[in-house]
């Protein structure tokens, strides 16, 4: 198996454009789970997906953010516009829906805004 | 509210000393409790995990946790630390499909 894919793995843009980042999770893993890590807040969870449909976005910082889940397959985190302060490392993760199940963690995008 | 506690932030170890990394939650309900490890500038990987039965719980790399009912605990050791065992290690419980993260604790050992 591939494991978590994400795309792409460093973006560099200027404060205003619109960055979107992509996540394929494992195959079968009806769980995503979008999460940034910053040395100042750790690992902090954004959003999750049960079965495509958003169930938790409370850690969305701002409107500025958006995800979805179009198919099973694939995910999207968009910032628009970006802040410099949006710089991070943003993580994919999937797992199967339970508690019992571990999450497993895509490469990550290294974010940073100009 | 679950919550995750790591009260250890950074650890300096030789090479060979023992470790131990504490971690403490707080959940009403059944934990599965994990520990994850973040190698310098690489993703989350699963170490060990805890759902059921022997509390005491065997990972990779020669790493092991106790789960203690008791005193909701969730301690990580390993006997012998090397090298190659610098990283980040982040402590978590689940509530329901979620994990609640610890703040991490960042390894250093020395040769």
């Known amino acids: 198996d591939a494991g978590v894919i994400q795309s792409p793995r460093h973006e560099v843009t200027e404060m205003g454009q619109e960055v979107t980042l992509r996540c394929k999770p494992i195959?079968?893993?009806?769980?995503l789970f979008w999460y940034r890590q910053t040395m100042m807040r750790g690992l902090e969870l954004l959003i999750y997906f049960n079965n495509n449909v958003p169930i938790d976005d409370s850690g969305m910082p701002e409107d500025r953010f958006s995800a979805k889940m179009p198919n099973a397959s694939f995910s999207t985190l968009k910032i628009q516009p970006s802040e410099p302060r949006d710089s991070a490392v943003y993580f994919c993760a999937s797992s199967w829906t339970s508690g019992r199940n571990e999450q497993y963690f895509g490469p990550g995008t290294r974010l940073t805004v100009t | 509210a679950q919550s995750v506690s790591q009260h250890n932030h950074h650890v300096i170890l030789s090479e060979a000393a023992s470790l131990e990394l504490g971690c403490n939650y707080s959940y009403g309900g059944t934990v599965n409790l994990f520990w994850y490890v973040q190698y310098p500038g690489q993703h989350l990987q699963l170490l060990l995990k805890y759902f059921s039965g022997d509390p005491l719980v065997k990972g990779i790399k020669g790493f092991e946790a106790e789960f203690i009912k008791s005193k909701f605990s969730f301690n990580l050791r390993k006997p012998s630390v090397q090298w190659s065992d610098t990283a980040e290690y982040f402590c978590a419980v689940n509530a329901g499909d979620k994990l609640i993260f610890g703040t991490g604790t960042r390894l250093q050992v020395f040769p």
């Open positions: 195959s079968g893993h009806n769980s």
